[in-house]
């Protein structure tokens, strides 16, 4: 099982970034520990001062906006 | 071209006179949205394949450790040319910190991104005139380089929450762009779609507000109201609890240019709007305590009447 990460202090935008990586996740049938990441200090951690920010497996692979659903896809596959 | 549309749609279509209030609205409305969003898609892609488009975290190691005035400037440049989410101020916030970058120098930058982007000059080049973007960039820049700079003589430092000191940050290392021609088209659309998605409501709202101005606001009657010496902090005052995205703003900056509104009055409405905002502030209260945020507020407040004194004057 995948461990994916959104990070984010619950921005629009955040949101709209897990729903987006839960529905792909659904659609492929790939079951994720998938989680939210809202504490600041938290997402500082990583590196991340864009949100929202998507890591993967521990590893920072998106930062700054929603990503597009062929990048989604490239992670969980 | 657009004019033709709003020709075609507004009194061929809607068969309104061109005379009428409500026509010279509906026209301006449909003219110009169609206008505004052609234009947008065409700068935001060319800006994407350029990869113009910066983000805090490469601005934040460009900054960091360079010496305080070199640090200023590249922060407001690099401001400008940032595409900055609000809801990203406090992590930059804090980024900015833990890099050891002065408060006033991340103040600075927090002035001038929300203020100055490309995507807005670019379109208020083309609507209005590049004479007019030229001196709200010029103009800008100085708010915000002016703005931190007094800003750190009030030793902000004090009014920073606790806990912004003890945050550490991992250094990431951020994929590699991809920077083959497919790659940069692949980006360029995804900003377009993501920054027409987060924009195209204050777009809407801004040509709204134009079209009521262009088609009910009578000729003179910025004549009317004169050019007395309080019009300017009026309308910074005026434009501090509104907000919008500096790309709505140029709309409305252009109905009132053409109804004769003082230019010096206009730009200092525009920053105002673009740049003071209630919810901005709210945000930054997680970081930043009451003191600090009303300095940052009556800053800018004092900055704006400036610069439009100063342009009312010029003119």
Redesign the interface.
């Known amino acids: 099982m995948k461990e994916v990460k959104v990070l984010g202090?619950g921005?629009?935008?955040?949101e709209t970034t897990y729903k987006l990586i839960q529905q792909v996740a659904d659609e492929c049938g790939v079951t994720l520990a998938l989680e939210k990441v809202q504490d600041?200090?938290a997402?500082?951690?990583?590196?991340?001062?864009?949100?929202p920010g998507v890591v993967v497996e521990g590893?920072?692979?998106?930062?700054?906006?929603?990503p597009?659903r062929k990048k989604v896809e490239s992670w969980l596959s | 071209m657009f004019e033709i549309l709003g020709d075609l749609v507004v009194f061929k279509l809607l068969g309104l006179s061109g005379e009428s209030a409500a026509g010279q609205a509906l026209h301006f409305f449909v003219a110009d949205t169609a206008k505004i969003f052609a234009l947008l898609v065409a700068i935001i892609y060319v800006m994407g394949l350029l990869r113009a488009l910066l983000s805090p975290e490469r601005v934040r190691t460009f900054v960091r450790g360079q010496p305080k005035w070199l640090a200023r400037s590249t922060a407001i440049i690099l401001g400008a040319v940032t595409p900055f989410c609000s809801c990203s101020s406090v992590p930059l916030f804090i980024g900015f910190v833990e890099a050891g970058i002065p408060l006033g120098v991340t103040f600075s930058f927090l002035i001038a991104s929300p203020m100055i982007n490309e995507v807005a000059v670019v379109l208020l080049a083309s609507l209005i005139g590049w004479q007019l973007a030229l001196l709200y960039v010029a103009a800008g820049l100085a708010v915000a380089y002016a703005g931190g700079a007094i800003m750190e003589r009030f030793r902000p430092e004090r009014w920073v929450e606790d806990y912004v000191w003890k945050i550490h940050m991992g250094e990431a290392a951020l994929a590699e762009p991809d920077n083959s021609l497919r790659g940069r088209h692949a980006y360029a659309m995804t900003e377009v779609r993501e920054i027409l998605r987060r924009v195209w409501k204050w777009v809407v709202i801004g040509v709204g507000v134009g079209a009521l101005f262009h088609g009910f606001v009578p000729l003179d009657w910025a004549k009317q109201l004169g050019d007395v010496w309080y019009s300017v902090p009026a309308a910074v005052l005026a434009g501090a609890p509104l907000y919008s995205n500096a790309i709505g703003v140029v709309p409305v900056a252009e109905a009132m240019l053409v109804k004769g509104v003082a230019l010096g009055t206009t730009l200092a409405f525009m920053m105002s709007i673009a740049t003071l905002s209630i919810p901005e502030m709210l945000i930054l209260r997680k970081v930043i305590k009451w003191p600090a945020l009303a300095l940052f507020a009556g800053v800018l407040v004092v900055a704006f009447t400036l610069v439009g004194w100063g342009f009312n004057l010029l003119t």
Request: glycine residues 12%; aromatic residues 4%; proline residues 0%.
């Open positions: 202090s921005c629009r935008n955040c600041i200090a997402i500082m951690a990583y590196g991340v001062m864009s949100t590893k920072v692979v998106h930062a700054g906006g929603v597009d």
